[in-house]
């Protein structure tokens, strides 16, 4: 079984440019989280879709979007983007959401925002 | 606000040695979660915990939750070099996958 798939891997933006990066989900996975990874914040929780709709979403400016389509597959997109957007985007997917299951996490997205 | 504290922050062990990493959480979450992750690579999922009492063992690692403490342990028995890893635990609180995970605890095992 594939899992989660995240492109690109690695990312190099500019400050004030905008930013779409995808997940796949395990196949039969309806839920979807997003993740920023830092090393001085560390993991924090970005928003979460579950039937293409959001379900839960973290302590993030506007700037910060995302969305699900029918095939469970996730996008997120960040405008305008700052330096300290710089950091490891994780996407996380599960059966159901529901917290009894474990996330099954992909590779990541490396951006770099100079 | 959920706080979840993990210590140590950073691990230093020999070989052969026995060490437990603690994990506090700041809420009455009965779901526990601890995952692996090696540099420059994602999360791995080791534990779930799901209620007071769970014990979940795999290989040399051990895991433990105790809600009325509101403390979970990650036990490692005669550790090995490939254990060498930042060790996450996290709480889950609702009905979503929104999980607040601990600042990690980097494990480097030593020959």
């Known amino acids: 079984k594939a899992g989660v798939t995240q492109t690109p891997r690695y990312l190099i933006k500019t400050r004030g440019q905008q930013v779409t990066l995808s997940c796949s989900p395990i196949s039969g996975h309806r839920s979807v989280s997003w993740y920023q990874q830092t090393p001085g914040q560390g993991l924090q929780f970005l928003f979460e879709y579950f039937s293409e709709t959001q379900r839960n979403k973290g302590n993030f400016p506007g700037r910060f979007s995302g969305r699900q389509f029918s095939n469970s597959r996730s996008e997120m997109n960040v405008s305008t983007l700052e330096l300290g957007d710089s950091a490891l985007y994780l996407c996380?997917?599960?059966?159901?959401?529901?917290?009894?299951?474990?996330?099954?996490f992909g590779n990541g997205t490396r951006l770099t925002v100079t | 606000e959920l706080k979840v504290e993990q210590n140590p922050l950073f691990l230093s062990m020999q070989e052969g040695k026995n060490y437990t990493i603690y994990c506090n959480y700041s809420t009455t979450s009965d779901r526990l979660y601890w995952y692996r992750q090696d540099p420059g690579k994602s999360l791995e999922s080791l534990f779930v915990l799901l209620s007071n009492g769970a014990v979940k063992q795999e290989g040399r690692l051990m895991a433990s939750l105790d809600t009325k403490a509101r403390l979970s342990t990650l036990h490692i028995t005669a550790a090995v070099h490939d254990l060498s890893a930042t060790y996450f635990c996290a709480e889950n609180t609702g009905t979503a996958s929104k999980l607040t995970f601990g600042t990690g605890t980097r494990l480097q095992v030593t020959l």
């Open positions: 996380a997917s599960s059966l159901a959401g529901g917290g009894n299951s474990p996330l099954h």
